[in-house]
Each structure stands twice: as structure tokens, then as C-alpha cells.
């Protein structure tokens, strides 16, 4: 059994207070001093101040490896450099690919899966499509886009693995419904993304279950006055779990700041990070998904100047946007910790029998250490 005493995370703020864990998850939690039968296994960190640590479920890789190509040893060694960021759990983010490249995705991820290590916990992958409309592909490969239809569903779902939690979807496209049916029969969430839908069309996918939104303000229908599209729908709190990029490029810091500030939101709203293959390194010009890429600040864009990915980690994205003021950081650490730690069900948060995840934070808010299952990156 072990523990610290700091500046916990706790009811929205930094209180005195304790964690104490064993065998990777909390035992104990609590404001002030630790119970007398704890108070020898906690080492005390003084001011030190500890949030969860941070979830991100759109993650296309780091470190200079993509997560839908690489071998078993790079999943590897992008999950430890993961980890020495902040982010403590992730979703693998997929790219449409063949049925046969990600049966052997998979079988790669299943090879992974066997190592150990202090690192990222990978819960599972969230594939960018295959169900998606063919003029919001933006940067997606169009060839590896599938019609959708139950058949279809049946055959991506079983290439897969059971590595599938997530899959973004355009629900008007015909067909797309049957196929989401599928995907939920299968646990997968259905979310919403490059995708021409219109509000409707997002009624009709919630109608028969949960379902996201893979990164609200991109690649789907503006709002506007005569068609509130996915933008109006999630406003309204009825997606599920509502995902949206915080790089101040992808959206407007004024636009995240009013969809942090939007009541049915609150407990709705994640930041994922669409980190692509060579986020973490300061490369500025490179190839990712078959495309020859450029830095530009926090994003990379293609020779057309469209926007890709992003290229700097989650927690590095949320904490500028508290250092610029545009987030507080009861909503950084709601959106990067809690909202999406809830869809996981077993991290994000500070209570007993989750997984002591925890990271420290410096004084300007960067990244100091990292535990994940109560062991240091």
C-alpha cells in the first residue's frame, strides 16, 4: 500500500488532502490528514498540487509512431511517452483502413497488449470512420470509406479485433443507421463526425441509444439560424459525449469558451487531442497518413494548407488554454479528466476503486510527474 499527501483535486478544487492506493487503484480518499492506519504508507508532497490524470479518446499516435501501422515495440514506446506527458489513458485514433490492415492492426495490438510497463493504458481504438460521408472526408483516405449497411458493420466490427470502443458515423447517409445498430449490439459508441447531418439526422442516430461527437465544430454543418445541425444538437445536451479539439485552432478560443460555458454541456464536454503519429517532437515538416505535413503552431497542415492533426498533447493543449485564460481549471480538468474519464468508467477522477492515475502539477501548470496505476512514469 502506498499514498501522498498534497494538494488533492477534490470537489472542483485543490484542498489538503490524500490518495492511498494498492495494487493500481485508490483505497483512499479524502480532505485533510489521512486516517491514522494510511498516514505511515503517505509520503508527503507539501504544496505540491495533484489533478487525474488526463484521458484522451482520439489519439492518432505520438512520439513518431502512428498507432494504426506500428509494430508491437513502437505501441510500445509511444505509450511511455504518452505517460511522461500526462495522459494517463487514450483511445487509439484510426484513420479508415482496410478490413485486412486492421486485422492485422490488430493482431499487432493484441501483441502489444502482452508487454508491460509503466505507460499509457490504451482502452481501446476510435476509428475515424469507416462510415463517413464521401465529401467530409477532409484529410481521411477516401478509398478505405465502406458503404454503410449491417453486413458492412459485422465485417469492420470483427477486423477489428475487439479492439473497437468508438466509430465516427454520418447518420444520413443511407444506411448509416442499420450499421450504428450494429456497432452498439457490439459495445461500440456511434459518434457522430464528417458528416453533412443535419439535427434530424443526430435525433434519429440517440433515438435507439448513446452516441458522441467526434470533434464538434469540424467536418460537420455549421450552426446556423434555419439548421442547428450537430452543433445545436450537442448545445442542447443530446449527444451523449461531445469531444472537441482545444489547440485554439480547430475552434476558436471564444467558441470553446462558450461551449465551456454552456450548462448542457458541462458534464458532456471532452477535449481530445487528435494528436497525429509526430505529436511530442519538434519536427516541423513530415509525412502522416500518407500525406506530407507541416507544423504550424500547435497543428499540422497539408501543401494545401488544410488543416490535419494536432501536435502537441492534451494536457499541454488544455493548460494553455487556463494560461491564456480562455478555460478555468475546474473545466480543463472536467474536459480532459472527468467528462471522458466517465465514458471510461474507471479513471479520471479522485474516488475509491478507480485507478490511482494521477499526475503533479509545476507552477505554470506544465506537467511535472505522472503516475499511472500508482507506479511513476
Request: hydrophobic share 40%.
Amino acid at each position: 500500500m502506498k499514498g501522498i499527501r498534497a494538494r488533492i483535486w477534490l470537489q472542483g478544487r485543490f484542498r489538503e488532502g490524500y490518495l492511498v492506493w494498492e495494487r493500481g487503484k485508490l483505497v483512499a480518499v479524502g480532505a485533510g490528514e489521512p486516517p491514522r492506519k494510511y498516514k505511515k504508507a503517505c509520503v508527503d508532497r507539501g504544496r505540491a498540487r495533484i489533478t487525474p490524470g488526463f484521458v484522451d479518446t482520439l489519439c492518432h499516435g505520438f512520439a513518431g509512431v502512428g498507432a494504426a501501422t506500428a509494430a508491437a515495440v513502437d505501441l510500445d514506446r509511444m505509450a511511455r511517452a504518452l505517460a511522461r506527458v500526462g495522459v494517463t489513458t487514450a483511445y487509439a485514433g484510426f484513420y479508415p483502413l482496410s478490413l485486412g490492415k486492421l486485422r492485422a492492426a490488430a493482431k499487432r495490438w493484441d501483441t502489444y497488449a502482452k508487454l508491460r510497463g509503466v505507460r499509457t493504458r490504451f482502452a481501446g481504438w476510435h476509428v475515424e470512420g469507416v462510415f463517413v460521408h464521401p465529401e467530409m472526408v477532409g484529410a481521411l483516405p477516401p478509398e478505405d470509406v465502406l458503404e454503410p449497411s449491417e453486413r458492412n458493420a459485422e465485417r469492420f466490427v470483427s477486423a477489428c479485433g475487439g479492439w473497437l470502443r468508438m466509430s465516427t458515423i454520418a447518420p444520413e447517409v443511407p444506411g448509416a443507421l442499420d450499421a450504428a445498430e450494429v456497432l452498439r449490439a457490439h459495445q461500440v459508441m456511434p459518434s457522430i463526425g464528417h458528416s453533412q447531418a443535419e439535427y434530424l439526422h443526430c435525433e434519429a442516430l440517440a433515438a435507439n441509444g448513446p452516441v458522441a461527437i467526434t470533434h464538434l465544430g469540424n467536418r460537420v454543418l455549421p450552426l446556423s439560424a434555419r439548421e442547428p445541425g450537430p452543433i445545436g444538437f450537442a448545445m442542447e445536451g443530446r449527444a451523449d459525449h461531445v469531444a472537441v479539439i482545444p489547440d485554439a485552432v480547430h475552434v476558436a478560443p471564444e467558441t470553446l469558451r462558450l461551449w465551456a460555458r454552456t450548462s448542457k454541456l458541462r458534464d458532456r464536454l471532452m477535449a481530445v487531442s487528435d494528436n497525429l503519429s509526430h505529436a511530442g517532437l519538434p519536427a516541423e515538416d513530415f509525412e502522416a497518413g500518407g500525406q506530407r505535413l507541416h507544423r504550424d503552431g500547435p497543428v499540422a497542415r497539408n501543401k494545401k494548407d488544410e488543416l490535419g492533426g494536432t501536435l502537441d498533447p492534451l494536457p499541454e493543449l488544455l493548460m494553455r488554454r487556463v494560461r491564456d485564460g480562455v478555460l478555468t481549471m475546474a473545466q480543463a480538468i472536467r474536459m480532459g479528466c472527468e467528462v471522458p474519464g466517465r465514458l471510461l468508467g474507471d479513471c479520471g477522477r479522485f474516488e475509491e476503486g478507480l485507478r490511482a492515475d494521477f499526475v503533479e502539477l509545476r507552477e505554470d501548470n506544465r506537467i511535472a510527474r505522472v503516475w499511472v496505476g500508482g507506479r511513476q512514469a
